[in-house]
Structure formats: structure tokens, C-alpha cells
């Protein structure tokens, strides 16, 4: 099973079924599993362990069957869980059983790239508006879409059923970005401007910020080489680390 869908008009669900209550980490590894799925089923699987999806997603097998418990999935001993049918719960709990209409407002170096990405097509999404506050902008064409202006946005939002907003914009004009989004009745965003929304109630916003990332990256990089610099053997219990730490450096330190 290809994670390719078939092309439709995108748009607002209609009736919403029941959802089971999940653990917001679960939700979040939910994505991760249905990745490595569609992998699995690209390549001819029809049957999966949970040791081996666990494998795939870099998670404990545990930890996964306690998710997809929730999904009322267990699994067949000795057989695994057939991967058609959990794709298909969890694209279901996902809400991917159609595509999503999706606007993206700023169309900067970030917004290029956003608006030629082929992965938001091939799980579901449609990114179906480009609009910009620049003038120079509007009317420049991407990947076979014509850069509005933002002003247009309740008629854009109207016309194409947008149910996701993404923000590619600096940040000093994020929350004013926001602020129009939520007027127009958008309650969920993904937010790649460096900077914190301050949205309503009932609003879900998701914040990618690649610099945060890299910072992270660099304090695990950090800690890497401030080890590798203890001393072997000998001088005092604890070695002072940046940043105030400290770490044992003898078996004494620790009691053993």
C-alpha cells in the first residue's frame, strides 16, 4: 500500500466519529508509526511485530503496544499486527481518510520550500493558498499556485475550505498573521516564525523551530566533549562541567 492518495477535492470533515482520549505523547508518536507502516507496506509486509515496528520508530515495543492499546489494536500472537488495518486506524484517528486544505501565508525562502514539498500530498494534505503582505509577491506563481494577499484571506479560507493555516512569515508579523487566521475561523496552525502565539481557546498551534533544534543538538554535542575530557583515574569526585554541573568521576562518588 503506496502512502499516495488519490487526488480529491480537500475540505472540512463532515460527521466526526468518536475518538478514543489519547495521551498527547501517544498522538505524537502516532505519525512516527504510521511512517515506518507505509514503509513496511511499500516493501510487501502484510504482518508486523511489535518488536519490529518498535525497532523501525526508535521506541521501546512496550511503549508501543500501550499505544496502539488505545487504538483497541493488541496485535495476534505469534503473527503480529496486520499492517493494512492498523495503517488504516490510525489514519482514522488521525482524521487522514481525506485530504486537507491547507494555506500557507508568507512565501519567503521558508514558504518556497514549504509550498514544493511533495510529503505534504503524498500524507494527505493539500497546500490548496500562498499569500504574503508584499506586494512584489503577489501574483508570483509557486509550484502552480498564484501568491495572494493576505487580505484575501477570509475569501481564500471560504473558497478552499482551509482547515490548517501554516505561518512561514518573520516573526514580528506571526501574531498579526495568527490573529487573521483565528478570525476567519482556522483553529489549527503550525507556526515556523521563531516566536511564541498567543491564540484562544480551542485553537491548536504547533511551533517548528529549526534554530531550537540545532540548539539542542549542540548542547548534547556540548556534553559529548566535556566527558571525553574527564580524567581517567584519580583527582576529585566530582569534575565541574559548564554550566554549573558536576559529574562523578570515581566509583567511590557513587557509592559503589
Known amino acids: 500500500m503506496s502512502q499516495h492518495r488519490p487526488s480529491g477535492a480537500p475540505g472540512r470533515t463532515g460527521a466526526v466519529p468518536a475518538l478514543p482520549d489519547l495521551p498527547e505523547a501517544t498522538v505524537s508518536r502516532l505519525p512516527e508509526y504510521l511512517r515506518a507502516l507505509h514503509a513496511l507496506a511499500d516493501a510487501g509486509h502484510e504482518t508486523v511485530s511489535s518488536e519490529g515496528l518498535a525497532s523501525a520508530v526508535g521506541v521501546n515495543s512496550a511503549k508501543l503496544r500501550k499505544d496502539l492499546s488505545h487504538l483497541g489494536s493488541y496485535g495476534t500472537r505469534g503473527v503480529g499486527y496486520d499492517?493494512?488495518?492498523?495503517?488504516?486506524?490510525?489514519?482514522?484517528?488521525?482524521?487522514?481518510?481525506?485530504?486537507?486544505?491547507?494555506?500557507?501565508?508568507?512565501?519567503?525562502?521558508?514558504?518556497?520550500?514549504?509550498?514544493?514539498?511533495?510529503?505534504?500530498?503524498?500524507?494527505?494534505?493539500?497546500?490548496?493558498?500562498?499569500?504574503?503582505?508584499?506586494?512584489?509577491?503577489v501574483g508570483e506563481e509557486i509550484h502552480g499556485l498564484v501568491v495572494r494577499h493576505v487580505d484575501e484571506l477570509p475569501r481564500v479560507v471560504a473558497e478552499e475550505s482551509i482547515s490548517i493555516g501554516v505561518i512561514a512569515t518573520p516573526a514580528p508579523a506571526a501574531q498579526a498573521v495568527a490573529d487573521q487566521l483565528v478570525a476567519v475561523g482556522v483553529t489549527s496552525i503550525l507556526n515556523f516564525a521563531p516566536c511564541v502565539l498567543s491564540v484562544p481557546d480551542g485553537v491548536d498551534v504547533r511551533k517548528v523551530d529549526l534554530a531550537i533544534e540545532l540548539q539542542i543538538l549542540s548542547f548534547h554535542e556540548h556534553r559529548k566533549a566535556s566527558l571525553i575530557a574527564l580524567p581517567a583515574t584519580g583527582g576529585s569526585a566530582l569534575t565541574a562541567l559548564p554550566g554549573g554541573l558536576a559529574t562523578p568521576d570515581t566509583q567511590e562518588a557513587i557509592g559503589t
Open 83 to 137: 499492517v493494512a488495518l492498523l495503517i488504516d486506524q490510525i489514519e482514522s484517528v488521525l482524521g487522514l481518510t481525506q485530504c486537507r486544505a491547507v494555506a500557507l501565508v508568507g512565501v519567503g525562502n521558508l514558504g518556497h520550500a514549504l509550498a514544493g514539498y511533495d510529503g505534504f500530498a503524498s500524507r494527505g494534505f493539500q497546500i490548496a493558498a500562498l499569500l504574503d503582505a508584499d506586494p512584489s509577491r
